[in-house]
């Protein structure tokens, strides 16, 4: 999968105990990708 987040700048900063909020971390776009698997049975 890929999917792109685009953070807000308002939202920087918002919790000190979580990596999208720590001091640092600016807004912006960011591409995300990954592999999900599924087992169906």
């Known amino acids: 999968f890929v999917t792109w ?15 999208f909020g720590s001091k ?3 807004a912006g776009g960011n591409w995300n990708f990954g ?4 087992i169906w049975f």
Do not use: S
């Open 35 to 38: 592999v999900q698997t599924e």
């Open 5 to 19: 987040m685009n953070w807000d700048k308002d939202l920087d900063r918002y919790a000190i105990n979580d990596d």
């Open 24 to 26: 640092g971390f600016t």
